[in-house]
């Protein structure tokens, strides 16, 4: 008798275990780091102008005079005619080695090149040509990149190349979620694209502008650049030669720059930043609005800051939500109120409409006529959204997936205007 029942509960076993493995998938998308070696000189001597070419890895977006500039992660910037938001049309790719950011004065075009700033006249835009170089201006792994190291003795800089892998495999349920183990060179992905607006400045006819994750900025005669800890000045009265000048320390975790009037909105990955910017040579620090260790960057409107503040593998934290900031006492910011979030990323203001990129939740608008109501418009899935610029009526939007326009003359009704796929080789 006890040997039919430990007979029974062996079979009811196997059986759980055979039905548990037909049941267990598990999808799993993640960066697989490559290590790669280039020398200083290929670096240099590796920009160029080429066909315009399909997005991969679509990176920042900056935006001047009806063009688009749509950084192609570690490997250069899309040049594409949009002058006709329906019909988008690109032009040419500037080929720039370990690029992740860019500014545009008047007809210069200023970018990085891993430790090198380059400016481009672009009088041209199909045929964009290097006019200077800064070399060695930018420390070792400075930008959004990736980290990236210089070996002076060798003349050589070591890098990583990132490719974005998604499979489903079947597996039992014991194994499911260890598959890192067998993968030492891989993270997994959070949804969050590692890249890491300007929209003031008192010529505002000679400057682009930029999303909220940018990392340079252009006000009166400089170019701002942060790094991850500092605040790197760039003279531009001749905006052909850059000249770097005063360099700040400001803590480490720096992530985005967000010029407003004369006040310069730093975020990272602890709080905002805010500097006084009334002598442009010297930003004078004012005060920080702290909060959990989470990716932010931020957009000003008058007297208001909005600050998204995210998870993920990049920053650590568990926090989702939108911080709405009261900065009329710019020494003294104070928390208005906060409003839960998926995994907000990117943030563009056009108020009272606010936009909101929630990575692999899709783009979220909102009316923020009221601080303490934030009322949501509508909200578009199927879509990894990242990044955006409103322009008047128009909102650019990058995300994995590609370049989308849309029209929001009726924020509660965004209409696609028109998109630029991403074409993948892998």
Same mark, same amino acid.
Request: with cysteine.
């Given at each position: 008798?006890?040997?039919?029942?430990l007979l029974?509960?062996?079979?009811?076993?196997?059986?759980g275990?055979?039905s548990?493995?037909?049941?267990?998938?598990?999808?799993?998308t993640f960066?697989?780091?490559?290590p790669?070696?280039l020398?200083?000189?290929?670096?240099r001597?590796?920009?160029?102008?080429?066909?315009?070419?399909?997005?991969?890895?679509?990176?920042?977006?900056?935006?001047?005079d009806? &063009?688009?500039?749509?950084?192609e992660?570690?490997?250069?910037?899309?040049l594409?005619d949009?002058?006709?938001?329906?019909?988008?049309?690109?032009v040419a790719?500037?080929?720039?080695?370990?690029?992740?950011?860019?500014?545009?004065r008047n007809?210069?075009?200023y970018?990085?090149? &891993?430790m090198d700033?380059?400016?481009?006249?672009?009088?041209d835009?199909?045929?964009?040509?290097?006019?200077?170089?800064?070399?060695?201006?930018?420390?070792?792994?400075?930008?959004?990149?990736g980290?990236?190291?210089?070996?002076?003795?060798?003349?050589?800089l070591?890098?990583?190349?990132?490719?974005?892998?998604?499979?489903?495999?079947?597996?039992?349920?014991?194994s499911?979620?260890?598959?890192?183990?067998?993968? @030492?060179?891989?993270?997994q992905?959070?949804?969050?694209?590692?890249?890491?607006?300007?929209?003031?400045?008192?010529?505002?006819?000679t400057?682009?502008?930029?999303?909220?994750?940018a990392r340079?900025?252009l006000?009166?005669?400089f170019?701002?650049?942060?790094s991850?800890?500092?605040?790197?000045?760039?003279?531009?009265?001749?905006?052909?030669k @850059?000249t770097?000048?005063?360099r700040?320390?400001?803590?480490?975790?720096?992530e985005?720059?967000?010029?407003?009037?004369d006040k310069?909105f730093?975020?990272s990955?602890?709080?905002?930043?805010?500097?006084?910017?009334?002598?442009?040579?010297?930003?004078?620090?004012?005060s920080?609005?702290?909060?959990?260790?989470?990716?932010?960057p931020?957009?000003?409107?008058d007297?208001?800051a909005?600050?998204t503040?995210?998870?993920g593998?990049?920053?650590g934290?568990?926090?989702?939500?939108?911080?709405?900031?009261?900065?009329s006492?710019l020494?003294?910011?104070?928390?208005?109120?906060?409003?839960?979030?998926?995994?907000?990323?990117?943030?563009?203001?056009d108020f009272?409409?606010?936009?909101?990129?929630?990575?692999?939740?899709g783009?979220?608008?909102?009316n923020?006529?009221?601080a303490?109501?934030?009322?949501?418009?509508?909200?578009?899935s199927g879509?990894?959204?990242?990044d955006?610029?409103?322009l008047?009526?128009?909102?650019?939007?990058?995300?994995?997936?590609?370049?989308?326009?849309?029209?929001y003359t009726?924020?509660?009704?965004?209409?696609?205007?028109?998109?630029?796929a991403?074409d993948?080789? &892998?």
């Open positions: 008798m006890n040997v039919n029942r029974i509960l062996f079979v009811i076993l196997a059986i275990q055979t548990c493995t037909d049941q267990c998938e598990e999808t799993r960066k697989r780091f490559t790669v070696t020398t200083i000189r290929q670096v001597e590796g920009v160029r102008v080429e066909e315009s070419r399909a997005l991969q890895n679509p990176g920042k977006i900056y935006t001047k009806g &063009y688009l500039f749509i950084n992660l570690k490997e250069g910037i899309h594409i949009n002058r006709n938001p329906t019909a988008p049309n690109p790719f500037l080929r720039i080695p370990g690029n992740g950011d860019m500014a545009v007809n210069i075009l970018a990085d090149s &891993y700033l380059v400016a481009f006249d672009i009088s835009p199909a045929h964009p040509k290097e006019v200077s170089r800064v070399e060695s201006v930018f420390t070792n792994g400075q930008f959004d990149g980290f990236w190291s210089v070996n002076t003795q060798t003349v050589t070591s890098d990583q190349r990132v490719d974005y892998i998604t499979e489903t495999i079947k597996t039992d349920c014991e499911a979620g260890q598959w890192r183990n067998n993968c @030492p060179n891989c993270v992905f959070d949804g969050v694209l590692n890249f890491a607006s300007s929209s003031s400045s008192p010529a505002p006819a400057n682009g502008t930029s999303g909220s994750m340079f900025a006000y009166d005669n170019l701002y650049t942060v991850q800890s500092d605040l790197q000045l760039f003279d531009i009265q001749d905006a052909t @850059p770097p000048r005063n700040v320390t400001m803590g480490w975790g720096i985005t720059i967000f010029p407003y009037k310069l730093i975020g990955q602890t709080g905002m930043l805010i500097y006084d910017n009334a002598n442009p040579a010297k930003p004078v620090h004012l920080t609005f702290q909060h959990a260790r989470v990716c932010d931020v957009v000003v409107h007297n208001i909005y600050v503040l995210r998870n593998s990049q920053c934290g568990f926090t989702n939500q939108l911080d709405v900031v009261d900065v006492s020494t003294s910011p104070r928390l208005i109120k906060s409003y839960p979030m998926q995994n907000p990323h990117g943030l563009g203001v009272p409409s606010l936009f909101i990129c929630e990575g692999q939740h783009l979220k608008s909102f923020a006529s009221s303490m109501d934030i009322k949501q418009l509508e909200h578009l879509m990894n959204a990242y955006v610029i409103p008047g009526k128009t909102l650019l939007m990058v995300g994995r997936d590609g370049l989308y326009q849309f029209d009726n924020p509660a009704q965004l209409r696609q205007l028109s998109k630029i991403v993948r080789p &892998y």
